[in-house]
């Protein structure tokens, strides 16, 4: 059974930065692609940017490729996302899991995710 616990997320104000933890049980992360992915109001949940097992190799879905960058501790069996210089379009529930590399599709049961707000 694997298991998926997002943190970090919270209501921060235009501009500001965040960072937000994805703690994974039942699957060693390096050994499987990751990735995360955000949902916001009143539309379908969204690929944001995946990491290769290896941690080599970096996508990304239709965001701004500068202001998010993934990283993974694989002793601690962790992924993280730094978010930088955040706008309004960024509020959503940002899920992390495990992912297909190239339909960049979740692989694994969704979690509960992390909310990120965004205030003007």
């Known amino acids: 059974q694997v298991q998926l616990r997002e943190s970090g997320g919270g209501l921060v104000q235009a501009g500001e930065s965040l960072r937000l933890s994805c703690v994974v049980s039942?699957?060693?992360?390096?050994?499987?692609?990751m990735g995360w992915f955000r949902q916001s109001a009143g539309k379908e949940r969204e690929f944001v940017v995946a990491?290769?097992?290896?941690?080599?190799?970096?996508d990304y879905g239709d965001v701004e490729q500068a202001r998010f960058i993934v990283s993974k501790d694989n002793a601690k069996n962790t992924m993280f996302l730094q978010m930088n210089n955040l706008n309004s379009e960024d509020t959503a529930v940002y899920y992390c899991?495990?992912?297909?590399?190239?339909?960049?599709?979740?692989?694994?049961?969704w979690g509960q995710g992390t909310q990120v707000t965004v205030s003007p």
């Open positions: 899991n495990g992912v297909r590399w190239g339909a960049w599709e979740e692989r694994y049961s």
């Open positions: 039942g699957v060693s992360i390096g050994d499987a692609d």
């Open positions: 990491i290769s097992w290896s941690g080599n190799i970096i």
